[in-house]
């Protein structure tokens, strides 16, 4: 099996013949110092390097498609005819023809270049606007896609059969940018809401031999910085040091064959290093963490002062949360991580609720105080902010109805009854 294509830290010139030959060019999440990649592409392509960077406001296909062309319909003004009439209720398939067709019409060689790629969620939609756009892209254009994440599919198809390389690399060497490593690093795929499973290279690990491999894979995922007094007390506390010792390394080793199976080069892929009494990252692999990139995502939105980046990083967010956290794994650690994860989450839609609501979309609000309930339904807060939006809906039964479920939810669980504020918004209602 051919590993991942990988092109880093490369000359102009260099660049220049891969992105030549390449019909799809993906930038890795940790792509370093971009502007020297996007020097030699605007030396090479100038003004036919049709440039768009994703914006706040750019939050589905048909919003990213309208703001392309209006970008390029500035130096193009006759440009996306087609995919601009598509625009009208087209689905992802036409879309990706439509854009394909406006593309062949240019002459010579052009790049379409999508930056910040990942402010849009990649759905079954967007998946195949990308796969038909791609399937019909003519030989003079080049589609290049930079992302601080690019998640398994579509873009490991695209990999797999050749048709796209990946550029970028998770450590700048010296101060060279783009030279070609001696080594591709694998690239390891971890997604860890829901069931979680692991993919390397485009290969998913199916078999960790046991339960225990698996589960000390997730935790090494999880615990990028730990000691080995950390784990063998959280995996085997009422074993001798001697016998813990072997059971660990053990363990470790068929992760490492696990992971190894899957590149097939016939090296050997720890997924740790030891140094300095700790458990870190090994560099062999290139990484990607669905739970790293939720918790950036959240972190980020609670730090910017950008209201339309805000509710940009939390949809990411919502969207990386496929489901509870390791859900059939009930290790002490994985339940309170479950627990700490599951409150990011609501607290992310809840986040998402009150931006929408300060914009009267009402309905769109409701629909995220009510998933936010089903995760922290002790949320009196949410409860009222659930009531408010029914009663400007003049759905007053629905606030009542609303009412009534916390006021049955506190008595069972807390033995108290609803505050003086939630109470007297229920009497706002009159009869």
């Known amino acids: 099996m051919q590993s991942v294509p990988l092109i880093t830290t490369l000359q102009a010139d260099q660049l220049r013949s891969k992105v030549e030959s390449a019909k799809v060019i993906l930038t890795l999440p940790w792509t370093h110092r971009q502007s020297a990649y996007l020097a030699p592409l605007l030396d090479l392509y100038g003004d036919r390097l049709l440039y768009h960077r994703l914006r706040g406001n750019d939050l589905n296909l048909l919003a990213v498609l309208g703001n392309l062309l209006d970008e390029l319909q500035v130096g193009l003004p006759k440009f996306g005819a087609q995919t601009r009439a598509a625009l009208k209720g087209g689905k992802g398939p036409k879309l990706g023809e439509c854009l394909a067709a406006d593309l062949a019409e240019?002459?010579?060689?052009?790049?379409?270049?999508?930056?910040?790629?990942?402010?849009l969620p990649v759905d079954s939609n967007v998946d195949k606007f990308l796969r038909t756009l791609v399937a019909n892209l003519p030989a003079n254009v080049t589609l290049t896609v930079n992302s601080r994440r690019l998640t398994h599919q579509p873009w490991y198809s695209f990999v797999k059969d050749g048709i796209a390389v990946v550029?970028?690399?998770?450590?700048?060497?010296?101060?060279?940018?783009?030279?070609?490593?001696?080594?591709?690093?694998?690239?390891?795929?971890?997604?860890?809401?829901?069931?979680?499973?692991?993919?390397?290279n485009g290969f998913v690990v199916d078999n960790w031999d046991g339960a225990l491999p698996r589960?000390?894979?997730?935790?090494?995922?999880?615990?990028?910085?730990?000691?080995?007094?950390?784990?063998?007390?959280?995996?085997?506390?009422?074993?001798?040091?001697?016998?813990?010792?072997?059971?660990?390394?053990?363990?470790?080793?068929?992760?490492?064959?696990?992971?190894?199976?899957?590149?097939?080069?016939?090296?050997?892929?720890?997924?740790?290093?030891?140094?300095?009494?700790f458990?870190?990252?090994?560099?062999?692999?290139?990484?990607?963490?669905?739970?790293?990139?939720?918790?950036?995502?959240?972190?980020?939105?609670?730090?910017?002062?950008?209201?339309?980046?805000?509710?940009?990083?939390?949809?990411?967010?919502?969207?990386?949360?496929?489901?509870?956290?390791?859900?059939e794994i009930d290790m002490d650690w994985i339940v309170a991580r479950r627990d700490?994860?599951?409150?990011?989450?609501?607290?992310?839609?809840?986040?998402?609720?009150?931006?929408?609501?300060?914009r009267d979309d009402l309905a769109e609000a409701l629909g995220y105080f009510t998933r936010a309930l089903a995760e922290v339904p002790e949320r009196e807060d949410i409860h009222?902010?659930?009531?408010?939006?029914?009663?400007?809906?003049?759905?007053?039964?629905?606030?009542?109805?609303?009412y009534n479920l916390l006021a049955d939810m506190l008595r069972t669980q807390l033995k108290i009854n609803p505050s003086k504020e939630t109470q007297e918004l229920l009497k706002l209602m009159g009869d």
């Open 215 to 277: 589960n000390l894979f997730f935790y090494f995922m999880d615990n990028t910085l730990v000691t080995r007094s950390q784990i063998f007390q959280m995996f085997w506390p009422e074993l001798p040091v001697k016998e813990a010792t072997n059971v660990f390394h053990v363990t470790k080793r068929k992760i490492a064959e696990r992971l190894s199976m899957k590149v097939n080069d016939g090296q050997n892929y720890e997924l740790t290093r030891y140094a300095n009494g």
């Open 340 to 358: 700490s994860l599951r409150q990011m989450y609501a607290q992310a839609l809840i986040g998402l609720g009150r931006l929408t609501r300060r």
């Open 167 to 200: 550029v970028g690399s998770e450590f700048a060497k010296d101060d060279g940018v783009f030279m070609v490593e001696k080594e591709n690093r694998p690239r390891l795929e971890v997604y860890a809401f829901g069931r979680g499973y692991a993919v390397v």
């Open 384 to 402: 009222r902010e659930v009531m408010n939006i029914y009663i400007k809906l003049g759905r007053k039964e629905d606030a009542r109805r609303q």
């Open 106 to 119: 240019l002459k010579g060689k052009h790049m379409v270049y999508l930056d910040e790629f990942d402010r």
């Open 279 to 327: 458990y870190t990252p090994s560099e062999k692999l290139g990484r990607h963490y669905d739970v790293a990139d939720f918790q950036s995502a959240v972190e980020r939105a609670l730090m910017t002062g950008d209201k339309a980046e805000e509710e940009t990083l939390l949809r990411q967010a919502v969207e990386l949360y496929r489901g509870p956290f390791l859900s």
